[in-house]
């Protein structure tokens, strides 16, 4: 069993920068591969991307390639989601993910359902 909780979410303008937080309880959170999503207003929540047990390996969705990254610290049981030149359309609740999985299946890790704890979320607004 793992918390989760995020932080670091507010109100930013377009272009703006913003760094989440994702903390976890335990002492295993290495052994976890990490997912961040989100859900816009109205909408489904979607994949964002996901980092491997040590942050070696990161994947990320189209909408979010190049401006957002995904990084971890084990040591402090977290992970972050640093994103960068900030949309309007990037707007959502954000969510970090923890699947605890032993090897990594190609493609698998963009579904919600294979995640097995989720944290509450944390809520970006960004203005234009």
């Known amino acids: 069993q793992v918390q989760l909780v995020e932080s670091g979410g507010g109100l930013v303008q377009a272009g703006d920068s913003l760094r989440l937080s994702c903390a976890a309880s335990?002492?295993?959170?290495?052994?976890?591969?990490m997912g961040w999503f989100r859900r816009a207003p109205s909408k489904e929540r979607t994949f964002v991307g996901y980092?491997?047990?040590?942050?070696?390996?990161?994947y990320y969705s189209d909408s979010v390639k190049g401006r957002f990254t995904i990084s971890r610290d084990n040591a402090k049981n977290t992970v972050y989601l640093q994103m960068n030149s900030l949309k309007p359309e990037d707007t959502a609740v954000y969510y970090c993910?923890?699947?605890?999985?032993?090897?990594?299946?190609?493609?698998?890790?963009?579904?919600?359902?294979?995640?097995?704890?989720w944290g509450q979320g944390t809520q970006v607004t960004v203005s234009s």
């Open positions: 335990g002492r295993t959170f290495s052994s976890y591969v």
């Open positions: 980092s491997d047990w040590s942050g070696s390996d990161t």
């Open positions: 993910a923890a699947a605890k999985i032993p090897v990594l299946p190609t493609g698998i890790m963009t579904r919600e359902a294979s995640y097995d704890f």
